[in-house]
């Protein structure tokens, strides 16, 4: 159905407003696959074997075409990335327990299924060892244009696309008021998180300069960085009226890809797009909402997309710092964080890539601000009651960020010191081999 009224596509993001007894978590997850011999990424001919093996544990296979792109279990997703990164849309879950478990399981499967095919997978939020042109590209048609549309933009867009990794955490929202709290306050928090997870330090084989080069990229590509609404008052027609004025990258009819012009979104729902004769219906919004790369964005839930990816046990606390924040003491966290002038946000924001937890905002380093947030993400997680058989609640999972914020150093400090120690990256072969905090 064609729709130019513009309630009814704000209506589309109110239809997510859940009650506070039904609220989830849903973590995706990406994950680098390479080659042990030789440190090349896998090729498709090498992730199809993966998705057959995998297709013992009831996955059931995603096609484009003729082309196997992901695989389905019940509400989760293994989907491919453009360089053929593997990625685990996790199923809305309610608790950390959860989402650590099915974190856990699926990494399993993963090792499990790569038996025989002589691959090792890296818990890091950038390709340390590939340049681009020795990267194999994804099938889907999406990937085409994308390599083609997204450096106008940006000029590190290829670079996110094929040469990072990361976790995102998707959030329910209880009313509007509350979507623009967790909205803002999950902007407002982009250099803390940036600093207390980047795991992305190296480039090329060496030290890229950054603590997180995956987030460096990020900010240097299209249609990413922090939304400018973020520092205002926002409501889902605000939000509305942001997204619109994206220019299209693409939009699909009957399983085509139309390519895009330069046009906004906005054009299209007014039937002015000349790509199409048709306008746009809410399939279209949809997918133009999820082109939209900044490190917060609205669907029908609200994703938290700063964080490099990381090993099994970091993928359980970063979930459980922000549930402990976004379901818990939400509030106390706004008042502090509106306070904070908006280009001192943005400049710590920059300088949180390469200064990490040493990074200075509004007269505290990131550290500081890290003590902060954890009690009261912690007070959160208690007041939840969220229980596991041993009767333990969810604050079980913050030592990993406790163990950071305390020590002033994130995980990748702890991996340039063993790059320092060693001089090379060998110590990413073993696919065994635990990279958590504790593990270094």
């Known amino acids: 159905m064609n729709i130019k009224n513009k309630t009814q596509f704000i209506e589309y993001f109110t239809s997510g407003i859940k009650p506070s007894s039904d609220l989830k978590i849903g973590v995706e997850q990406e994950k680098f696959l390479f080659d042990k011999k030789n440190k090349k990424r896998i090729d498709y001919s090498k992730l199809k074997k993966i998705f057959e093996n995998l297709k013992k544990n009831n996955w059931s296979p995603i096609f ?11 509400k989760q997703r293994i989907t491919t990335e453009p360089g053929l990164q593997c990625e685990l849309s996790g199923e809305p879950l309610d608790t950390i327990h959860e989402v650590c478990s099915e974190s856990s399981n699926y990494l399993n499967e993963i090792t499990e299924a790569s038996k025989g095919l002589d691959i090792f997978t890296a818990s890091i ?80 084989k060496k030290s890229s300069g950054y603590l997180s080069y995956r987030n460096k990229v990020w900010q240097q590509t299209a249609r990413g960085g922090i939304m400018p609404i973020a520092f205002e008052e926002v409501s889902f027609e605000k939000y509305f009226d942001h997204v619109i004025n994206y220019p299209i990258l693409f939009a699909t009819r009957d399983k085509n890809y139309i390519k895009p012009n330069g046009q906004t979104f906005k054009d299209f729902i007014l039937g002015n797009f000349k790509n199409s004769k048709e306008e746009a219906n809410l399939k279209d919004f949809e997918n133009h909402l999820s082109t ?99 009767n333990k609640d969810e604050t079980i999972y913050l030592k990993h960020i406790e163990e950071i914020i305390e020590k002033k150093t ?28 504790s593990g270094l």
Not at 320 to 326: E, L, N, S, V
Not at 342 to 347: D, H, M, Q
């Open 292 to 390: 939209i790369f900044t490190e917060i964005r609205l669907k029908k839930y609200i994703e938290l997309r700063s964080l490099d990816t990381c090993d099994s046990g970091c993928i359980c606390n970063g979930p459980a710092f922000f549930t402990g924040i976004f379901y818990g003491p939400l509030d106390e966290v706004f008042n502090i964080v509106t306070k904070w002038k908006k280009e001192n946000v943005i400049n710590a924001y920059l300088e949180s890539t390469k200064k990490g937890l040493n990074t200075e905002l509004e007269g505290k380093k990131m550290y500081e601000w890290g003590e902060i947030f954890l009690k009261i993400s912690k007070k959160g997680l208690i007041e939840r009651k969220k229980l596991n058989e041993n």
């Open 64 to 74: 484009e075409k003729n082309n196997i792109i992901g695989l389905s279990r019940g």
């Open 410 to 437: 994130s995980r990748a400090q702890l991996l340039l010191n063993k790059f320092e120690l060693t001089g090379n990256l060998d110590f990413f072969d073993n696919e065994k081999e635990d990279f958590s905090y």
């Open 125 to 204: 939020g950038f390709d340390p060892f590939n340049p681009i042109s020795e990267i194999p590209k994804n099938p889907k048609e999406r990937y085409k244009i994308m390599t083609s549309e997204m450096p106008k933009g940006g000029k590190l867009s290829l670079d996110m696309m094929y040469r990072t990794c990361g976790i995102q955490i998707n959030y329910d929202y209880t009313s509007e008021k509350n979507f623009e709290k967790i909205f803002r306050v999950g902007n407002y928090l982009a250099p803390l998180t940036i600093a207390i997870f980047a795991n992305s330090p190296f480039k090329d």
